[in-house]
Every structure is written in structure tokens, then in C-alpha cells.
């Protein structure tokens, strides 16, 4: 059994991502399948029930008020339509049914249907995850109240670059909601975007942040920007093309998030409609266990489920039907 450690220094994980690219691959794999069948895969499904219009700047986001990306503004949607979405979602075969909203924190006034449809979602057999932005301990507490099984969050990258992409909210806050997040005993899912044109450091520094979390995350998103015109990400990365991350270096920060964090689900978020399929095949040898099934994310595409089916067929690989192996005090009892 691997040892759960969350005392990784900066130094050994910067020492994972210098190992030669065969025997990285080899280590993830290994730790992989010990707590995992390396042949299955998690779906998940996303959908945004509140788009646009969101106060914060978060450089990489079509949905922020200060991107001029096309993206329109809309309202909450109403708990019919979202529910009638997610039994399309889990018709497909989906596990987990993800729901994003555009803002900085959700208000008192719109926590009664928020309640509402996670206990739609969860009625239909579905696990329920939902992004709201930042959470007091007592939304926190109606959530877990309600019966939400996961809350997304992310730390996006090392504290140093966070600082350059986002001023609106800091590192600290995005820390103190997964705290309350986790407090309420809702499982955490937090990762964050490989590709905003940070250095190999800050990749190492990102994995740290997460990897020395008090627990780890249930869930773990590696996102690869997607440049979205009118953002500033987007738009830096169209004038420095040389900023794009390459694919071996993408794959080098899933496998360091698998052996990091053995337990966790390794999710190859956003990003895989513009990645080849012996990329994601690398990534899914490297520890990635989980994707965003659908033709679109929360307003960027994806790839869509033909294209999943045939890519999951080519690899022999199969949709995850039971339980994630972690589980919060599954984690705590391998730590002892
Ligand atoms: N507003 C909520 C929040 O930020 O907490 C939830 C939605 S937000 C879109 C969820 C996450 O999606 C972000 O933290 C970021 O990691 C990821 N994301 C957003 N835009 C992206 C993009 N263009 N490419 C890759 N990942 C992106
Ligand atoms: C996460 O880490 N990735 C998902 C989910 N959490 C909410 C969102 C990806 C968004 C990609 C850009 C878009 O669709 O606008
Ligand atoms: Fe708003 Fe979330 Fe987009 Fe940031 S990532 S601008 S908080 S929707």
C-alpha cells in the first residue's frame, strides 16, 4: 500500500517532474494501480446553471465581466430545466453531474434553489458536484445539509502565478472555502490550469498547494487552458504562441498530481477537444481516471461523446460504475 503523505517538499516534486519521461510514467502507473483499475474511467457531466457576467477576473475565464469573449450574461436556470439535464446526462452514462455558476459567492436569496436542485439530482441516482465560488461555512453546512456530495473549487496554480491571473480573490480565500467546504464533510475536488504560461515552478508549486492540503482532494481537475479570444490568457498566449504549454509537460503535471495524491481521482478536465488521443492516452497511463463527457464544458466545447466512445474503445478502457476508492476516511485510515 503507498503511503498517503501530505508533507511533499517542493523539492521532491520538482524532482518527479526531472525524471526521465519513461520512468515518470512508470512510477504514476505503478501508484495508479495500486488504488485504481487503470482500465477505468470516471464520467463526469458539466453544465452551467448561471453563465457570464461574473465580477471576478480571472484572466483564463470567458465568463468574467472583464473578458469581451461573446459570452452572454443569463440567470439562474430554473430547477426543471436542470434536472431535465441531468437525466439526459445520466441516460449517457454519466457518474457525476457537475453545475457551475458565474458568481463570487452565491447569495442568500438563490441558496433555496440551489438547495432544491441538488436534491433533484441526487433523487435521479446521480452524484452531485457543484462550483459556486466562494462559500461561507454556513452555506457550506445547507450544502452537506442538502446533500451535496462534491464541491469544486480550485487553487488554479502556485501561489506565485495565482497572483498574476486573478486580483479579485486571493489564494488564502480560495483556501479558506475548501476548509469550510471540507469542515461541512462535503468531499473536496480542487485542482486547477496547467498552460496560462507559467514556468515548470509554478506547475511543482501548484501540485505542492495541493499535495499538503491537511487531506487531499477527492478529486483532483487538471485542466489545459483553453485560450478563449477576449480573455487576457487568451490573448496573451494568440501573441506568444511559444507560451503553449507542450503536451509531454502536460502530461508530466497529471503524473505528478497521481503520485502525489494516490487516492485521489485525477480528472483530465477542460482542454481534451484540442488534445490528441495518444495525449489523453498518455495522461490516462499517467493516473488520469476521470473526464467531462459532453460536446461542451461549463461555455467552451469538448469533446463530445462519440468521439469518447470511440477514443475509450480504441484504448480498451471503461466507464467507472462503483465507488471512488477515496473516500475522506478511507484517506485517514491509510495514513495510519
Ligand atoms: N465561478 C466558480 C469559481 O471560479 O469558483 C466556478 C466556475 S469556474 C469556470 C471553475 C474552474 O474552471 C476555474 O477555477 C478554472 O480552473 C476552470 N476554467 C475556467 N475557464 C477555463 C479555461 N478557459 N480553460 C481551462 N480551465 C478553465
Ligand atoms: C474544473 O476544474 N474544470 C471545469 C469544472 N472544474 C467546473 C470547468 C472547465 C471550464 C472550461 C472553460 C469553459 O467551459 O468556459
Ligand atoms: Fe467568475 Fe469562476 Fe470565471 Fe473566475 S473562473 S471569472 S470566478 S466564473
Same mark, same amino acid.
Given at each position: 500500500?503507498?503511503?498517503?503523505?501530505?508533507?511533499?517538499?517542493?523539492?521532491?516534486?520538482?524532482?518527479?517532474?526531472?525524471?526521465?519521461?519513461?520512468?515518470?510514467?512508470?512510477?504514476?502507473?505503478?501508484?495508479?494501480?495500486?488504488? /485504481?483499475?487503470?482500465?477505468?474511467?470516471?464520467?463526469?457531466? !458539466?453544465?452551467?446553471?448561471?453563465?457570464? @457576467?461574473?465580477?471576478?477576473?480571472?484572466?483564463?475565464?470567458?465568463?468574467?465581466?472583464? +473578458?469581451?469573449?461573446? &459570452?452572454?450574461?443569463?440567470?439562474?436556470?430554473?430547477?426543471?430545466?436542470?434536472?431535465?439535464?441531468?437525466?439526459?446526462?445520466?441516460?449517457?452514462?454519466?457518474?457525476? #453531474?457537475?453545475?457551475?455558476?458565474?458568481?463570487?459567492?452565491?447569495?442568500?436569496?438563490?441558496?433555496?434553489?440551489?438547495?432544491?436542485?441538488?436534491?433533484?439530482?441526487?433523487?435521479?441516482?446521480?452524484?452531485?458536484?457543484?462550483? !459556486?465560488?466562494?462559500?461561507?461555512?454556513?452555506?457550506?453546512?445547507?450544502?452537506?445539509?442538502?446533500?451535496?456530495?462534491?464541491?469544486?473549487?480550485?487553487?488554479? %496554480?502556485?501561489?506565485?502565478?495565482?497572483?498574476?491571473?486573478?486580483? =479579485?480573490?486571493?489564494?488564502?480565500?480560495?483556501?479558506? *472555502?475548501?476548509?469550510?467546504?471540507?469542515? +461541512?464533510?462535503?468531499?473536496?475536488? %480542487?485542482?486547477?490550469?496547467?498552460?496560462?504560461?507559467?514556468?515548470?515552478?509554478?506547475?511543482?508549486? #501548484?501540485?505542492?498547494?495541493?499535495?499538503?492540503?491537511?487531506? /487531499?482532494?477527492?478529486?483532483?481537475?487538471?485542466?489545459?487552458?483553453? $485560450?478563449?479570444?477576449? *480573455?487576457?490568457?487568451?490573448?496573451?498566449?494568440?501573441?506568444?504562441?511559444?507560451?503553449?504549454?507542450?503536451?509531454?509537460? #502536460? &502530461?508530466?503535471?497529471?503524473?505528478?498530481?497521481?503520485?502525489?495524491?494516490?487516492?485521489?481521482?485525477?480528472?483530465?478536465?477542460?482542454?481534451?477537444? %484540442?488534445?490528441?488521443?495518444?495525449?489523453?492516452?498518455?495522461?490516462?497511463?499517467?493516473?488520469?481516471?476521470?473526464? #467531462? =463527457? @459532453?460536446?461542451? !464544458?461549463?461555455?467552451?466545447?469538448?469533446?463530445?461523446?462519440?468521439?469518447? +466512445? +470511440?477514443?475509450?474503445?480504441?484504448?480498451?478502457?471503461?466507464?467507472?460504475?462503483?465507488?471512488? $476508492?477515496?473516500?475522506?476516511?478511507?484517506?485517514?485510515?491509510?495514513?495510519?
Amino acid at each position: 500500500m503507498t503511503q498517503i503523505r501530505t508533507d511533499w517538499t517542493r523539492d521532491e516534486i520538482a524532482a518527479l517532474f526531472d525524471l526521465p519521461f519513461t520512468e515518470l510514467l512508470f512510477r504514476a502507473a505503478e501508484v495508479h494501480r495500486a488504488h /485504481h483499475k487503470p482500465d477505468e474511467v470516471q464520467l463526469c457531466t !458539466l453544465l452551467s446553471i448561471k453563465t457570464g @457576467g461574473c465580477p471576478e477576473d480571472c484572466g483564463y475565464c470567458s465568463q468574467s465581466v472583464k +473578458a469581451d469573449s461573446g &459570452v452572454e450574461a443569463s440567470k439562474l436556470m430554473d430547477v426543471r430545466e436542470v434536472l431535465q439535464s441531468a437525466a439526459r446526462a445520466k441516460d449517457a452514462g454519466s457518474q457525476r #453531474f457537475c453545475m457551475g455558476a458565474a458568481w463570487r459567492n452565491p447569495k442568500e436569496r438563490d441558496m433555496p434553489a440551489i438547495v432544491e436542485i441538488v436534491k433533484g439530482v441526487r433523487a435521479m441516482g446521480l452524484e452531485t458536484c457543484m462550483t !459556486l465560488g466562494m462559500l461561507s461555512p454556513k452555506q457550506a453546512d445547507m450544502l452537506a445539509e442538502a446533500g451535496l456530495d462534491y464541491y469544486n473549487h480550485n487553487i488554479d %496554480s502556485s501561489p506565485e502565478y495565482y497572483e498574476r491571473v486573478i486580483t =479579485t480573490r486571493t489564494m488564502q480565500d480560495r483556501l479558506d *472555502t475548501l476548509d469550510n467546504v471540507r469542515s +461541512a464533510g462535503i468531499n473536496v475536488c %480542487s485542482g486547477g490550469i496547467v498552460g496560462m504560461g507559467e514556468t515548470r515552478e509554478d506547475r511543482v508549486g #501548484f501540485i505542492h498547494t495541493l499535495s499538503t492540503l491537511p487531506q /487531499h482532494p477527492e478529486s483532483v481537475p487538471v485542466n489545459a487552458l483553453v $485560450p478563449v479570444k477576449g *480573455t487576457v490568457l487568451g490573448d496573451m498566449l494568440a501573441d506568444t504562441p511559444l507560451a503553449k504549454i507542450d503536451d509531454i509537460e #502536460f &502530461v508530466r503535471t497529471v503524473a505528478a498530481a497521481r503520485i502525489t495524491m494516490p487516492l485521489s481521482m485525477v480528472r483530465l478536465s477542460a482542454g481534451r477537444e %484540442s488534445m490528441s488521443e495518444a495525449t489523453q492516452a498518455l495522461c490516462f497511463m499517467a493516473g488520469a481516471n476521470s473526464i #467531462f =463527457t @459532453g460536446d461542451k !464544458l461549463l461555455t467552451a466545447p469538448n469533446s463530445g461523446d462519440d468521439a469518447d +466512445a +470511440a477514443l475509450f474503445a480504441r484504448l480498451g478502457l471503461k466507464p467507472l460504475v462503483g465507488e471512488e $476508492p477515496m473516500r475522506a476516511c478511507k484517506q485517514a485510515e491509510a495514513a495510519e
